[in-house]
Each structure stands twice: as structure tokens, then as C-alpha cells.
């Protein structure tokens, strides 16, 4: 069963520092007021368009095994299967944070409003990914009111697209949980519609089997080395 819910864009917006720090600028440092308030210009023009929304549906291993595998493009060995496979429980997910804020990214750098443009486009996407460790700590939540998560345990994120989960596995994904009924489609290049979503699997389990080291033939091209952030939390318990 499917479970879709809104989500307070106050939950998701980020402040000052954190937008300054995904353009590797430092707010105790100087920074010219023009490009701060180009900043906070863009982080209202987030709080004013944003329309988070979330879809979220359990699913057991076997049902996702034919979704992992996808279109066969996988490589392997990889380590999301080995995750999935030791995880005690899962869910597919698919979340949004709506058109309009891609819309107006568009708009702003037509306009020739590129620090503008370039600061709500930083900001939509670190606000999407806060969408994901939303849900973790949902999905979370959700297992230890059923009683079927450990103190050691951890829930993390898996979309295709990232170690070695080839992304035209989202086609697969897609067809299980059916992301338009939160206005998410899917190009035939496989990258979603609005271009600021994000989509996968989370999977609860102990927390050893969310740690591997970055020694696939992928990792020397992935860009975000997330699973790094990942070992070091999961090593705390």
C-alpha cells in the first residue's frame, strides 16, 4: 500500500550557511553583501515555490530483486545488492520538491540572473536531498513503532544512479510504485520529470552492512562519494 504525504518545505529549506556551503563559500569570512542577499533572495524564492511531497511502499526482498536487476545494466559485483539482501526491511520511495521551482531556475538564467539562478539551483537540490533523510528517519520511526528495528540498526537510501544501481533500473521502480501520483514522471533518458526528484529503495538493517569501501570500478567516476559520510555515521554504532 502506498502511503503519499506533503512535507513542510520548513523541514527542507536550508539556511544561509548550508547554501553558502555547497558553493564552497564561508559565511564567517568575508563575502560581498550583494552575493549574501542574491543568497537569501534565492532561499525565499525556495520557501515561496517549493511543493515537497513524498510517496513511500513497503516491499519485501524478493519483490525487489526483479527491480534492482532493472533493464540488466547493473554492474557487479555492487554493493547495493549486498546490502538489500542482508536488510531486514525495505520500502521504495519517490519524492519531489515540484515544478515550479525548476521553472523558475529556467527563468533566472534566461534573464541572465545566473548567482540568482545558480543559488536556488543549489538550494532545490540540497532541499531534495533532505527529502531522503527525511524519509530514513520516517521509515525509521515507522519500524520502531512496530517493534522491527535494533538500537544498532540504520535506515539509509538507495537510488539508481549511484554505485553500480544502473539508472534505467528506475523504469522497473517506477512501474512498482507509480510516482505520478505525486506529479513525477520519467524521461525515456530515464532522469525524472520535475528534474529536482529523487527516488529509491531504503533499507533498514544493522549497521555494518551500509558500510563498504569505495574499491568498485565505479567509484573513481562517482562525484558525490556519499558512501564515505555513510561509513563514518554507521562506524558511531
Not at 65 to 90: C, K
Not at 119 to 124: E, I, P, Q, V
Not at 154 to 164: E, I, R, T
Request: charged share 25%.
Amino acid at each position: 500500500m502506498n502511503e503519499i504525504f506533503r512535507i513542510p518545505t520548513a523541514d527542507i529549506l536550508p539556511d544561509l550557511e548550508a547554501l553558502l556551503k555547497t558553493q564552497k563559500m564561508d559565511s564567517s569570512r568575508a563575502i560581498r553583501q550583494e552575493i549574501k542577499a542574491q543568497a537569501l533572495q534565492a532561499l525565499a524564492l525556495f520557501d515561496d515555490l517549493a511543493e515537497p511531497r513524498a510517496l513511500m511502499m513497503r516491499i519485501g526482498r524478493d519483490e525487489f530483486a526483479p527491480i534492482y536487476q532493472g533493464l540488466g545494466r547493473n554492474d557487479s559485483p555492487g554493493p547495493i545488492e549486498r546490502v538489500y539482501q542482508q536488510g531486514r526491511d525495505m520500502a521504495l520511495f519517490a519524492a519531489t520538491i515540484g515544478s515550479q521551482i525548476c521553472v523558475r531556475i529556467a527563468e533566472l538564467f534566461r534573464s541572465n540572473e545566473f548567482v540568482k539562478g545558480n543559488f536556488l539551483d543549489a538550494a532545490a537540490s540540497e532541499g531534495t536531498d533532505r527529502i531522503s533523510h527525511l524519509l530514513e528517519n520516517r521509515f525509521s520511526s515507522l519500524l520502531s513503532h512496530e517493534h522491527r528495528i535494533a538500537s544498532n540498526d540504520m535506515v539509509l537510501a538507495y537510488s539508481p544512479g549511484y554505485c553500480g544501481w544502473h539508472i534505467s533500473a528506475q523504469k522497473a521502480l517506477f512501474a512498482a510504485l507509480r510516482p505520478e501520483q505525486i506529479g513525477i514522471s520519467l524521461r525515456d533518458s530515464f532522469l525524472m520529470e520535475p528534474l529536482k526528484s529523487i527516488s529509491g529503495v531504503l533499507v533498514a538493517g544493522p549497521a555494518e552492512i551500509h558500510r563498504f569501501e569505495d574499491v568498485y570500478p565505479f567509484c573513481s567516476t562517482c562525484r558525490s562519494q556519499t558512501c564515505r559520510i555513510r561509513a563514518q555515521l554507521s562506524a558511531r554504532d
